[in-house]
């Protein structure tokens, strides 16, 4: 019984360390991207009030009930993602459910709230919601492709389908896996672009083109929420490939330092890149992202 | 080139039809050896068995006589086909037509020749069974006659219905001696009437029974043949 | 009497009666087309037990029905979904022209389904099989002359596996002379090698068909849209699965029995691959819901083919999982479909939308079959998912598991296309009349949704009767016990329990849509989906804010390529070919007697010429 | 002994001769004569099966000569079998055409049922003799009552047909006189068993020369490509029942008597294989000219060509089972065909071309003929659970027995191009809008029962082979039996 | 008769019987008029059975009929069997013959021509 009560408790912990450090990023962003710019930009903290703003306002329509539970799909998702991914090693306080063959189900269960959302936005009846969401959804099917394909060679190659295996791996080892397994980690990490949506691959919301895209008739909290579901996402996304390709993190700090480090990649790519139109993009990622998840599959089955 | 196609294949088909029969020969036995041939038993027992001197006779009435039972029954078929082809409902049916009539030549020549056709006719299948000759030949005969009658009179006309019925009775006839052949001998066409004085008019059995009975109806067939086709209304002569 | 030779007379009679029974009463024929499809399906599980048989003699031939678990197994998916399928039908019905023909074809459809799975010998099999193939074809045609050549196509394609079949069942006969089927299994492993290959060649060609594999899947859009939706669900759900059947004991009881078995199962699994990418793709490009859920059929069989093809354990159990969880949810979708076509009397995404409040049950049915469709969990897809994708990482089908993945997340595409199309979006005016279907049609599709829900939460509840069924086959089972609490094993020996995640899935969701969505909705007041911020502007009256057009125009500029080579034309200019074969063929009887004539003398000629050769 | 066989020839004769008599004391007469001289045949051929199935066969001599010296009849189970189904079949198709009502108000009555008898007649005979000159006669007698039956309908093109027909006739006539007499010029017989016995002593030129001949010339009835021009004209243009008379009667008659004489008469082994070519040659041809067919005559006519093949291929396997498939499909292809030209019949009846698109929706004027005729198209493609099914797996199996695998995936092939004609007949009865012009006209009753027999027979063979495989069993080994054939004939008392 | 002018009849008839054929058949082939096929066709019948016919005769044989001469010589008899065919033969072809006839004035009455070219009503 009290390891339930440690359980949920430590979930809550997680969950806000989650929230906290997702915001923080997005913030940051934000900043590095402005100061790139020329700018001075808001404050990294900036996210944190405009999630307090919107959490404390309160909406007064709604166009059905798919409406409200787009938030509550997506929010399911971003948190059954951060249950299965383990934050730290080896630590009770951020437990996980992690089980053989989390990798796939974390493949599924992270497109669960996009459709989710899609769906919710699709009751509004907002036409450029329908567009952002068919936008988003090809789009995945664009970098899911790279995306699998290094996750296939790392399971093939350590025989198992299970996070917490393949950072022992790597424990054991001594060698993280973006050097061990470097192809993976480069189609991981061009997908990954895809995954965060910054630019170029951001004409899913498209802001300039789509008035806001697919959250475009939420409003207060449940903007608030998919705004949160979000952070925990991006979140949730880091620590997997800090998990996976870099071995994991004994404590909080390496972690940060290490998502960090992660976050800059797309931070940064998108700051030199102009936006692609969808079809482009699919076939970006079906080009050069797809030729190196077929030269780590390769290399897992050759080079055991 | 379609001419000529059948040229070829007609070629080869007669060279192989006349080397094959010109290898059988003509003129002398060419049954293989060690086999005794079928026509040795007819000859033999037609005198033995049957009493009558025509074998041809005694082989299309009696060893075979089942196919000329099909035989008659072609004929009457023939007709019966014939009336069905040129079926006319009855408002069609018109006057036979002519192009020009006999002179009276032919028509006083004919009536005086018709008798004596007939009776020819006659004599020819009643003795079918001892000389040359038989129902088919006879009957016939017979029809010429009527051929001719038709031909030299315009008006001269033939009872479908008397036709009708002499053909009918004879293939009664014929049908109904194989079966009383059946009933009395064990077997169809089984002749089963005494045979009689070899070379006599009434000998063989039912032979000259059934050569009569063809007689009639080969007689009665071809004109009813004559007339149906003659009635025709020919349409180049309106 | 044998209660197995009881269930078909009840079929067979109940079927004919039915067809009768037209005349006299409409509602009489309703009721006598429910109990024909009920009272047998309800006799089959309570008189039958396993192993019980019956055997005949026909023509010399023995034939032997008799019913093990395997057959159980896929009798609980036609059985159960028929008996949906004719509750929902004979509210679907109401109205429409020839229901004799309907209600016919369709009993004789159940009970040909039900011989399949009880036939033990390969005549009967053969002759239910057909059977199945002709009273589908009839519903396949039912809609009138437009449907004709959709129709022929798909009996030319049927005819052409049933064939193959046939020839197959004649090889088998003449090497053990006997039809039985456990014969042939006893007999393959030492026959000759050309007949190893060729006998599961044949069948598979046969099953194939069914089942809508790839070169061979052309018909099924057609005529998976095209027959009435009330059969459609069977047609797609329970009839395709009758492949999956014969392909299951190919696999198990011949392939796997020899050393070559390898190619067939590389050939085959890239095969199914094949026709999920192409299902999938062609799925999303429809914007006729009954074509998208047709080639999202040829997709999703796609999977169970190449799950059964991998041939391990896990896989197979994959593949009849799917197959199961396939029969509901495009049992359920297929009916929506039809529900929302008697509502609206269309089916096109071009042309409804905005019905999810005039039809909220319907939306719940395919809310839930396409989140199941979609293999997201907890609903049943993701189990047979995740085994697919377990036993094809861990039995080195490195390419095929990225293939398939490929389909499965391009099929997000379409199921949401599908939700959004009928449901979401703009509520127009057009539609404002609509009103939900009758309950009759309702409740069906809401019991397979819930199954799906409880199948996918609890999937030991499925997975030890295919254990069981497995075992029928031949198969020993290598970890029994696990099956209560639905333990997995995958192929490096990792157990894997998932039932726990989907309860915390569950508790989850549960958790954010009461505290969150429920309470938010209560407080806030519900607005047309004319009132909305179009661009920052309030959209005008006539204002055209539906978007259904080109759905996914971006993803068919990229996959365009792909698209272009259709496997349709192929079959189209061989047909045509053919036809102009045959043309040419017929002028042979010129009409000309003498020609007639001229042939009767050449035919002498050759062949007096050939004989003369032959005697030299 | 029950009766005689050769009551099966000399009953319906002496009936012709009497009927234009009886017609002139009661025109009704000449329908009914013929109906109840083909009720007597039937019982008598049944009761004389059962005896001859129990008994060995009967052989029936003629005038009292012994079978070398005359002309004999063999009434064994696989003639006994072929006679009772036409015998069978001519009673359906008299029945049928009873009130016909074209033939009874426009036509001569009077010929038609007489030409009708005489057709069912002649196959009988042709089956039933033992000679082949006699067998000769029978095929005359047969071709003059087709070409009287082809021109039946003047209205029509039917002239043109016959005209065909008697151009490969007299063709046909001529080849198989040559063929007789040079058997004859070489043995000195005319017996069948009398000719079996000898024909080792013949040289190998003549035999392949004669058998040559009469292939042709049975080939032209039997319908085997190239010889078989005729068939569909005459099919089209015949009256519909006597299409189902020529399909099941007559072709079944002359493929007896082609099988009879590669079977009983010559020893060429190469025959079998000439079978096996020729029917596979007749059937692709016929089933590929079928399926571009604009008129539902014609398309059944070469569909009736392409089973004579398959037929024929059957009986070129030169084994029992091969035998006994080919039985089944005559069978089967005789109660089939008959069936669908019977009720295709009435589904185009004030149709004069007979197009295709003439029956289109009659299904809702005439549901039970429709469905007669949909189960009929069912069954000729081989669908179980119909008749034909098994007649198929039969072919099949035996031809998998010998291992001609080609064979099997052509005739499957085959079977798809069939199918796909008959369904969009089918299709277009039962799922399209009646033609505007076309008036559906009601089956007479006693159309309607026999097409309902028919189609019972159909269900009954499907559902419960057994009925009649036994007898085709026995048929089938029967053929094969060829010393045993020579015994009993030439020691018939 | 001597030996060599014997052979040239055996020739001679058979000859003359297949040649008669012959033209008979390529009347019926190639001829376009429907009456001059049914001529050629019974000319056809006429050579056939002109062939059966001397395939029964033997070299000084005599009609096989038993006057009181022949009485004890039977082998000295031609073989009366293709003569009683023939008799068959012809009666049948005459039937045939007629019955074609008919269908010519039914051809000629329904098309209005006798050209066999022009009578395609059915064909295909």
Do not use: D, L, S
């Given at each position: 019984m009290e390891s339930v009560l440690y359980n949920i408790l430590g979930a809550v912990a997680t969950f806000l360390l989650a929230f906290v450090v997702g915001m923080i990023y997005g913030g940051l962003n934000r900043k590095i991207t402005a100061r790139v710019q020329n700018r001075k930009g808001p404050p990294f903290y900036q996210n944190f009030i405009d999630a307090m703003k919107l959490a404390s306002k309160r909406s007064a329509i709604h166009h059905g009930i798919m409406q409200h539970f787009g938030p509550a799909f997506i929010m399911v998702s971003s948190v059954m993602s951060l249950m299965v991914v383990p934050v730290l090693t080896h630590n009770q306080w951020f437990p996980n459910l992690n089980f053989h063959g989390d990798l796939i189900f974390l493949l599924y269960i992270m497109v669960f709230g996009p459709l989710g959302m899609a769906l919710g936005a699709g009751q509004t009846g907002n036409p450029n919601s329908a567009i952002g969401v068919t936008r988003g959804l090809s789009l995945m099917t664009g970098f899911e492709i790279p995306w699998v394909m290094a996750l296939v060679a790392l399971m093939i190659q350590y025989h198992t389908t299970s996070i917490v295996d393949l950072m022992n791996v790597q424990i054991q080892s001594g060698t993280w896996l973006m050097f061990s397994s470097p192809f993976a980690f480069i189609a991981a990490v061009m997908a990954m672009l895809g995954m965060f949506r910054y630019s170029p691959f951001d004409i899913v919301g498209a802001p300039a083109e789509l008035a806001s895209g697919p959250i475009s008739e939420n409003g207060g909290k449940y903007l608030f929420v998919m705004m949160s579901a979000g952070s925990v996402f991006a979140f949730v996304k880091l620590t997997l490939y800090v998990d996976l390709f870099m071995g994991g993190a004994d404590n909080l700090v390496i972690l940060l330092v290490k998502t960090f480090v992660l976050y800059l990649i797309p931070v940064l790519y998108s700051l030199t890149t102009v936006r692609y139109r969808t079809e482009h993009a699919i076939r970006w990622f079906w080009g050069w992202p797809s030729f190196f998840g077929l030269l780590a599959i390769l290399q897992a089955v050759f080079f055991k | 080139m379609k001419k000529l196609l059948v040229i070829v294949l007609l070629a080869v088909l007669g060279f192989y039809t006349a080397s094959t029969f010109f290898d059988i020969g003509f003129g002398s036995p060419h049954f293989v050896k060690g086999i005794d041939p079928v026509k040795d038993i007819y000859i033999n027992q037609t005198v033995k068995s049957l009493n009558v001197p025509n074998a041809v006779t005694s082989i299309v009435v009696n060893f075979r006589g089942f196919d000329t039972l099909g035989e008659v029954t072609v004929l009457f078929l023939a007709v019966t086909v014939l009336g069905s082809v040129l079926y006319k409902k009855r408002h069609e049916v018109g006057e036979r037509s002519v192009l020009f009539s006999a002179s009276s030549v032919v028509t006083s020549g004919a009536k005086l020749i018709f008798p004596a056709i007939i009776l020819l006719g006659a004599y020819v299948f009643i003795h079918g069974h001892l000389s040359p000759g038989g129902g088919f030949q006879g009957g016939v005969i017979i029809a010429t006659g009527f051929l001719l009658m038709l031909l030299s009179y315009e008006s001269y006309s033939v009872s479908h219905k008397a036709l009708s019925i002499v053909e009918s009775l004879a293939g009664i006839t014929f049908a109904g001696v194989g079966l009383l052949g059946l009933l009395h001998g064990g077997s169809f066409l089984h002749n089963f009437l005494p045979t009689g004085v070899m070379n006599s008019l009434f000998s063989g059995g039912i032979i000259p029974i059934i050569y009569i009975a063809v007689g009639f109806k080969v007689a009665a067939e071809l004109t009813g043949v004559i007339y149906t086709v003659l009635n025709e209304k020919g349409e180049g002569n309106e | 009497m044998n209660p197995v030779l009881n269930i078909f007379i009840l079929f067979l009679g109940g079927a004919i009666l039915t067809y009768f029974a037209g005349r006299i009463n409409k509602v009489l024929q309703s009721l006598l087309f429910l109990a024909s499809v009920l009272v047998p399906a309800f006799l089959f599980y309570t008189q039958l037990s396993i192993g019980q048989s019956a055997t005949f003699s026909v023509d010399g031939i023995t034939l032997n029905w008799s019913l093990n678990y395997f057959g159980w197994l896929f009798s609980l998916i036609v059985l159960g979904l028929g008996a949906m399928a004719a509750i929902y039908a004979v509210s679907y019905m109401?109205?429409?022209?020839r229901l004799g023909t309907f209600y016919f074809n369709f009993i004789l459809s159940i009970m040909s389904m039900t011989g399949i799975l009880l036939s033990q010998d390969l005549i009967s099999f053969f002759i239910f099989w057909e059977i199945m193939t002709w009273s589908s074809y009839l519903m396949t045609i039912y809609n009138g002359n437009k449907v004709q050549s959709i129709g022929i196509k798909y009996f030319v394609f049927s005819a052409i596996g049933a064939y193959a079949m046939l020839m197959a069942i004649v090889m088998v006969h003449s090497i053990t002379g006997s039809f039985l089927i456990k014969d042939l299994i006893n007999a393959y492993p030492t026959m000759q090698l050309g007949m190893q290959i060729w006998i599961p060649v044949l069948l598979l060609t046969g099953f194939a068909v069914k089942a809508a594999m790839m070169p061979l899947h052309v018909w099924a859009p057609g005529a998976y849209s095209n027959s009435p939706m009330a059969y459609t669900s069977v047609f797609s759900g329970a009839l395709s699965k009758m492949g999956v059947y014969g392909m299951t004991i190919v696999f198990v009881t011949l392939i796997n029995k020899i050393p070559q078995g390898i190619w067939f199962r590389e050939v085959i699994a890239w095969m199914g691959g094949i026709t999920a990418v192409i299902g999938t793709l062609w799925a999303i490009k429809q914007d006729d819901a009954k074509k998208l859920l047709a080639y999202s059929s040829v997709a999703q069989l796609g999977y169970i083919i190449t799950g059964i093809a991998i041939g391990t354990e896990l896989a197979l159990l994959a593949g009849l999982f799917l197959a199961v969880m396939h029969a509901l949810f495009k049992g359920t979708l297929f009916m929506v479909v039809g529900a929302v076509e008697k509502q609206t009397g269309t089916t096109n995404f071009t042309e409804v939308s905005g019905l999810i409040r005039k039809m909220p049950w319907t939306f719940f049915a395919a809310l839930l079959s396409i989140i199941a469709l979609a293999g997201i969990p907890p609903l049943g897809g993701f189990v047979g998912k995740w085994m697919l994708y377990e036993s094809l990482i861990t039995s080195n089908h490195y390419l095929l598991v990225i293939v398939i993945f490929f389909s499965s997340t391009a099929a997000f595409l379409y199921c949401y296309k599908f939700l959004f199309g009928f449901f979401l979006g703009q509520e127009e005016k057009e539609w404002s009349h609509v009103k939900e279907a009758p309950a009759a049609m309702v409740v069906p599709m809401v019991i397979l949704s819930l199954l799906m829900f409880v199948l996918g939460t609890f999937p030991g509840i499925l997975l030890s009767p295919i254990n069981n069924g497995l075992q029928a086959l031949g198969y020993t089972d290598s970890y029994k016990n696990l099956w209560e609490t639905s333990v997995i094993l995958n192929g490096w020996g990792n157990h894997v329990v998932l039932q726990p995640i989907l309860y915390y899935i569950i508790a989850i969701f549960l958790f954010f849509v009461v505290f969150l969505t429920l309470k938010g909705y209560k407080n806030t007041r519900y607005v047309t989906t004319k009132d909305i911020s179009s661009s920052g502007e309030i959209p005008k009256e006539d204002e055209n804010l539906t978007f259904s057009e080109n759905f996914y125009q971006p993803f068919f500029r990229a996959v365009e390529p792909v698209m272009r080579r259709q496997i349709d034309k192929f079959y189209k200019n061989l047909g045509e070919g053919l036809e102009a074969l045959f043309e040419f063929m017929r002028r042979i009887y010129t009409g000309n007697g003498q020609t007639y004539a001229i042939y009767v003398i050449a035919f002498v000629v050759i062949m007096l010429l050939f004989g003369n050769y032959l005697l030299k | 002994m029950v009766g005689s066989p050769v009551l099966f020839i000399a009953i319906p004769l002496l009936a012709a001769f009497l009927i234009p008599l009886l017609g002139m004391i009661w025109k009704e007469s000449v329908r009914i004569v013929p109906g109840l001289v083909l009720a007597y045949l039937l019982v008598l051929s049944v009761s004389l099966l059962q005896h001859v199935l129990a008994f060995g066969p009967i052989i029936e001599i003629i005038a009292g000569w012994k079978p070398p010296i005359g002309i004999n009849l063999v009434f064994s189970p696989f003639s006994g079998f072929l006679v009772t189904l036409m015998l069978f079949l001519g009673l359906l198709v008299w029945a049928y055409s009873y009130r016909f009502k074209r033939n009874v108000e426009y036509e001569p009555a009077l010929k038609y049922f007489l030409m009708l008898m005489m057709l069912i007649t002649g196959s009988v005979g042709m089956t039933l003799t033992g000679d082949i000159f006699n067998m000769f006669v029978f095929i005359e007698i047969t071709s003059i009552s087709a070409y009287g039956l082809t021109s039946y309908y003047k209205e029509r093109n039917s002239a043109e047909a016959s005209f065909k027909y008697i151009l490969l006739g007299s063709l046909a006539s001529t080849f198989l006189l040559l063929a007789i007499m040079i058997i004859y010029s070489q043995l000195g017989t005319l017996n069948m068993a009398d000719i079996a016995t000898k024909m080792h002593l013949m040289k190998p030129g003549y035999k392949v020369a004669s058998l040559i001949f009469f292939i042709t010339a049975l080939g032209i009835e039997a319908e085997i490509f190239p010889l078989n021009g005729w068939a569909p004209d005459a099919y089209a243009e015949a009256p519909g029942p006597v299409g189902a008379a020529f399909a099941g009667i007559v072709v079944k008659a002359a493929v007896y008597a082609v099988i009879r004489v590669i079977y009983t008469l010559f020893d060429l082994p190469g025959a079998y294989q000439f079978l096996i070519v020729i029917g596979i040659i007749t059937m692709v041809i016929a089933e590929t000219a079928a399926i571009r067919q604009e008129k539902l005559k014609r398309m059944l006519a070469y569909s009736s060509i392409g089973q004579m093949g398959l037929v024929l291929i059957a009986f070129g396997f030169g084994t029992k089972e091969g035998i006994y498939a080919a039985l089944f499909i005559m069978f089967n292809h005789a109660i089939i065909k008959s069936l669908l030209f019977f009720s295709g019949s009435y589904l185009a009846y004030n149709s004069t071309e007979k197009n295709i698109a003439d029956v289109s929706g009659m299904a809702k004027h005439l549901p039970l003929t429709s469905l007669l005729f949909a189960l009929g198209a069912f069954a000729i493609i081989g669908l179980p659970p119909f008749a034909g099914f098994w007649s198929k797996l039969a072919v099949l199996t035996a031809a998998a027995d010998s291992s001609l695998w080609l064979i099997i995936a052509l005739v499957l092939a085959v079977s798809v191009v069939e199918l796909v004609y008959y369904l969009r007949v089918v299709n277009r009865v039962y799922f399209f809008k009646k033609e505007e012009d076309m008036e559906p006209q009601k089956p007479t009753v006693n159309a309607m029962i026999v097409m309902l027999i028919l189609g019972a027979i159909i269900l009954l063979v499907g559902f419960y082979p057994d009925s009649v495989t036994g007898l085709l069993h026995k048929a089938s080994s029967d053929l094969m039996d060829k010393s045993q054939y020579i015994q009993h004939v030439l020691s018939a008392r | 008769m001597n030996e060599s002018l014997f052979s040239l009849l055996n020739y001679g008839v058979y000859g003359t019987a297949v040649i008669l054929m012959l033209i008979g058949l390529y009347g019926a082939l190639i001829k376009k008029s429907l009456l001059k096929i049914v001529i050629g066709l019974s000319v056809v019948d006429s050579g056939l059975n002109l062939l059966i016919v001397a395939l029964g005769y033997y070299k000084g044989g005599t009609a096989p009929i038993f006057s009181p001469a022949y009485l004890a010589h039977p082998q000295l008899m031609v073989d009366p069997v293709p003569q009683a065919l023939v008799l068959t033969a012809i009666v049948i072809g005459f039937g045939v013959t007629a019955v074609a006839l008919a269908l010519v004035i039914r051809l000629y009455r329904h098309h209005g021509t006798l050209n066999i070219d022009q009578i395609k009503n059915l064909k295909w």
């Open positions: - | - | 109401k109205g429409k022209q | - | -």
